[in-house]
């Protein structure tokens, strides 16, 4: 008999140290094959009543079952080494535990850089003037957007029915997806209840289609600038981000010569946000079909985050990806929060569209097994579902996209006779975005420094456009009161104003024409 798996390892000790058994070890160790134990130092443990014992001068050999229950050790077929199991009984002392807990590799990979740079802004504002904060993509905020009284309707009637107090399904309840396909379905983009996955809010949406479609090591396509969730959630489960741009100059299309270049064999799919946050950008059907052309010459499926459609302004049309495509698969993802503005309602969906069945069952499949992580969304906001987008009057969706557009307005032609600023118009959702020519501002360091400042000397807070990756940009949500709007803009007016300083070269070239 051989003994095997006691925890010690082979080295190149000439004469080794060697573990005697006591019989409470005896069948576990039958037949288990040849180990030589040769630590200088072993410890002891009790496992139940198995005691493990030093023994030191013992020659190298098999270690062989005895009659009395002991063991030894045989040396070249001839005299045997006895080991008793009473033998050598010198314990030594258990190594007392000790505590040492730490973080998973994955909450060490989770950034969120809108997060990093905010809370590293050690600023205070201005005391004597009233904070206006143009940074958070909440429309509730301000209590000047509320959502529909039908909506808030739906909500209670769903609570006293008292029907929807349980656990649902993990994908949602089946009433409820087939509202969701019935509402978005097209001939173009045919949808049914088996293709809805219902989803704690689109970010959760957005988390489980990345899941579902890349594996560590892989890569995905991000626009830059781009919501920042993207590749926060995509390093934590240890994908890579490839950022491709968008042209600030063709009202931030995107640069499809660069997003192909960037497509290799471990791209699992790439991103297209429309209308954008944080651009405010609508893109044309003619924009959409050519992103879909790359798409399907390289056979990579679109993940198409729409939390933001239909929310485009007069004289655009919102086209959704899925309604062009004939052969690329495309996972849509959508919710409540912004349209019907209610974000805190944390009610997300994914559309599985794949009219060539690119994704056969196996995606759909996927979907469904990482949707059980969590068992699904609020169970009232899905009992309420079905009456929410039905019952919802366009007079309300209408409302909410004329005075998005109004604010919108106010801020661009505001700003875009202020001096160092270059605003892009926007042409649907909740933002816009301003370049700043930083070399007219040479006091400041970045866009990071730039609204820090705005912050401390005017009371207005913007998001820096870092945040989204693309640094000298800053970023305004318009879903404020109008008349906090103007005067955000006239406090960043007076601000640029204050701090501009004409270009060395300008100046140069002016004194030459007055000569």
Same mark, same amino acid.
């Given at each position: 008999?051989?003994? &095997?798996?006691?925890?010690?390892?082979?080295?190149?000790?000439?004469?080794?140290?060697?573990?005697?058994?006591?019989?409470?070890?005896?069948?576990?160790?039958?037949?288990?094959?040849?180990?030589?134990?040769?630590?200088?130092?072993?410890?002891?443990?009790?496992?139940?009543?198995?005691?493990? !014992?030093?023994?030191?001068?013992?020659?190298?050999?098999?270690?062989?079952?005895?009659?009395?229950?002991?063991?030894?050790?045989?040396?070249?077929?001839?005299?045997?080494?006895?080991?008793?199991?009473?033998?050598?009984?010198?314990?030594?002392?258990?190594?007392?535990?000790?505590?040492?807990?730490?973080?998973?590799?994955?909450?060490?990979?989770?950034?969120?850089?809108?997060?990093?740079?905010?809370?590293?802004?050690?600023?205070?504002?201005?005391?004597?003037?009233?904070?206006? *904060?143009?940074?958070?993509?909440?429309?509730?905020?301000?209590?000047?957007?509320?959502?529909?009284?039908?909506?808030?309707?739906?909500?209670?009637?769903?609570?006293?029915?008292?029907?929807?107090?349980?656990?649902?399904?993990?994908?949602?309840?089946?009433?409820?997806? &087939?509202?969701?396909?019935?509402? !978005?379905?097209?001939?173009?983009?045919?949808?049914?209840?088996?293709?809805?996955?219902?989803?704690?809010?689109?970010?959760?949406?957005?988390?489980?289609?990345?899941?579902?479609?890349?594996?560590?090591?892989?890569?995905?396509?991000?626009?830059?600038?781009?919501?920042?969730?993207?590749?926060?959630? *995509?390093?934590?489960?240890?994908? =890579?981000?490839?950022?491709?741009?968008?042209?600030?100059?063709?009202?931030? &299309?995107?640069?499809?010569?660069?997003?192909?270049?960037?497509?290799?064999?471990?791209?699992?799919?790439?991103?297209?946000?429309?209308?954008?946050?944080?651009?405010?950008?609508?893109?044309?059907?003619?924009?959409?079909?050519?992103?879909?052309?790359?798409?399907?010459?390289?056979?990579?499926?679109?993940?198409? =985050?729409?939390?933001?459609?239909?929310?485009?302004?007069?004289?655009?049309?919102?086209?959704?990806?899925?309604?062009?495509? *004939?052969?690329?698969?495309?996972?849509?993802?959508?919710?409540?929060?912004?349209?019907?503005?209610?974000?805190?309602?944390?009610?997300?969906?994914?559309?599985?569209?794949?009219?060539?069945?690119?994704?056969?069952?196996?995606?759909? &499949?996927?979907?469904?097994?990482?949707?059980?992580?969590?068992?699904?969304?609020?169970?009232?906001?899905?009992?309420?579902?079905?009456?929410?987008?039905?019952?919802?009057?366009?007079?309300? !969706?209408?409302?909410?996209?004329?005075?998005?557009?109004?604010?919108?307005?106010?801020?661009?032609?505001?700003?875009?006779?202020?001096?160092?600023?270059?605003?892009?118009?926007?042409?649907?959702?909740?933002?816009?975005?301003?370049?700043?020519?930083?070399?007219?501002?040479?006091?400041?360091?970045?866009?990071?420094?730039?609204?820090?400042?705005? %912050? *401390?000397?005017?009371?207005?807070?913007?998001?820096?456009?870092?945040?989204?990756?693309?640094?000298?940009?800053?970023?305004?949500?318009?879903?404020?009161?109008?008349?906090?709007?103007?005067?955000?803009?006239?406090? %960043?007016?007076?601000?640029?104003?204050?701090?501009?300083?004409?270009?060395?070269?300008?100046?140069?070239?002016?004194?030459?024409?007055?000569?």
């Amino acid at each position: 008999m051989y003994a &095997e798996g006691c925890g010690a390892q082979p080295s190149d000790s000439t004469n080794g140290w060697w573990l005697g058994i006591n019989s409470h070890f005896g069948d576990k160790f039958k037949g288990t094959g040849k180990a030589v134990f040769s630590h200088s130092v072993v410890l002891f443990l009790k496992v139940f009543t198995a005691e493990v !014992y030093v023994c030191s001068s013992i020659p190298k050999g098999p270690i062989i079952k005895m009659e009395n229950e002991s063991y030894g050790i045989q040396v070249n077929g001839n005299s045997v080494h006895h080991v008793n199991g009473s033998l050598y009984q010198a314990k030594m002392k258990s190594r007392k535990p000790k505590w040492n807990i730490k973080a998973s590799e994955m909450s060490r990979k989770t950034f969120n850089p809108i997060r990093a740079i905010v809370d590293s802004m050690n600023v205070e504002p201005n005391p004597r003037k009233n904070m206006i *904060a143009l940074s958070i993509g909440d429309p509730t905020i301000f209590g000047n957007l509320p959502t529909d009284d039908n909506v808030l309707q739906a909500m209670k009637e769903a609570i006293d029915s008292k029907k929807f107090n349980g656990y649902a399904p993990a994908i949602g309840y089946q009433k409820s997806r &087939e509202a969701v396909s019935n509402f !978005y379905s097209c001939p173009e983009a045919p949808l049914d209840a088996k293709d809805v996955i219902l989803t704690s809010g689109c970010s959760q949406a957005i988390e489980l289609a990345i899941a579902v479609l890349c594996n560590p090591g892989q890569n995905i396509l991000v626009p830059r600038p781009g919501f920042s969730l993207y590749k926060t959630l *995509a390093v934590s489960m240890g994908i =890579d981000v490839k950022l491709y741009n968008l042209l600030p100059e063709k009202s931030w &299309e995107i640069d499809l010569k660069h997003l192909e270049s960037l497509i290799d064999d471990k791209t699992g799919c790439v991103i297209v946000n429309n209308p954008s946050n944080p651009c405010g950008s609508v893109f044309s059907k003619s924009h959409l079909q050519k992103i879909i052309t790359v798409a399907s010459r390289n056979c990579i499926p679109i993940l198409a =985050d729409e939390i933001y459609a239909e929310m485009v302004f007069s004289g655009c049309k919102y086209t959704s990806v899925a309604s062009l495509s *004939a052969d690329v698969p495309i996972l849509s993802c959508g919710g409540l929060a912004k349209r019907w503005l209610v974000p805190g309602w944390r009610m997300g969906w994914i559309l599985i569209h794949d009219r060539k069945n690119v994704f056969g069952n196996e995606i759909k &499949e996927g979907l469904v097994r990482l949707s059980q992580r969590i068992l699904g969304p609020c169970t009232i906001v899905q009992g309420a579902l079905e009456t929410i987008i039905n019952k919802t009057p366009q007079e309300f !969706y209408d409302n909410t996209i004329s005075f998005l557009k109004s604010n919108s307005d106010i801020c661009y032609s505001a700003l875009s006779t202020v001096a160092g600023l270059r605003p892009i118009k926007p042409s649907g959702a909740m933002y816009l975005m301003v370049g700043i020519n930083m070399e007219h501002f040479p006091e400041f360091e970045s866009d990071v420094d730039f609204t820090e400042k705005l %912050i *401390a000397e005017q009371s207005v807070f913007c998001l820096p456009a870092t945040c989204f990756e693309y640094p000298n940009f800053f970023r305004i949500v318009v879903t404020v009161p109008e008349d906090m709007m103007l005067e955000a803009c006239t406090r %960043i007016r007076e601000f640029c104003e204050q701090h501009y300083r004409q270009h060395a070269d300008s100046i140069i070239q002016d004194v030459e024409c007055d000569k």
